[in-house]
Nanobody, 119 residues
Framework: QVQLVESGGGLVQAGGSLRLSCAASGSIFNSNAMGWYRQAPGKQRELVAV???????WLAGSVKGRFTISRDNAKNTVNLQMNSLKPEDTAVYYC?????????????WGQGTQVTVSS
């Protein structure tokens, strides 16, 4: 079993930055990938960023060039640095972990953290 706890959400103006962190505990060694999904009101949950054990990363086209995903293996944490935020980035962001390297689907989920970007 894996437990994921997110932190770092909040309210920011457009153009600003936020950093989300996800602390993992439990049998995290079974997970080949960790990442972030987000869900905006009335929309489906979408995959935003993935990082696998080798350090290879994937970012959705809508955030490429603005978001960066990184991990600290010693601390079992995954971070999402979000720059140049836009109102359309407003969503609940969920940390995820799983055995599939594409995290589709994820096996484990955090409780979510709200990110609100005002225009």
């Amino acid at each position: 079993q894996v437990q994921l706890v997110e932190s770092g959400g909040g309210l920011v103006q457009a153009g600003g930055s936020l950093r989300l962190s996800c602390a993992a505990s439990g049998s995290i060694f079974n997970s080949n990938a960790m990442g972030w999904y987000r869900q905006a009101p009335g929309k489906q949950r979408e995959l935003v960023a993935v990082i696998i054990t080798s350090g290879t990363t994937w970012l959705a086209g809508s955030v490429k060039g603005r978001f960066t995903i990184s991990r600290d293996n010693a601390k079992n944490t995954v971070n999402l640095q979000m720059n140049s935020l836009k109102p359309e980035d407003t969503a609940v962001y969920y940390c995820a972990a799983g055995t599939r390297v594409d995290l589709r689907p994820a096996n484990y989920w955090g409780q979510g953290t709200q990110v609100t970007v005002s225009s």
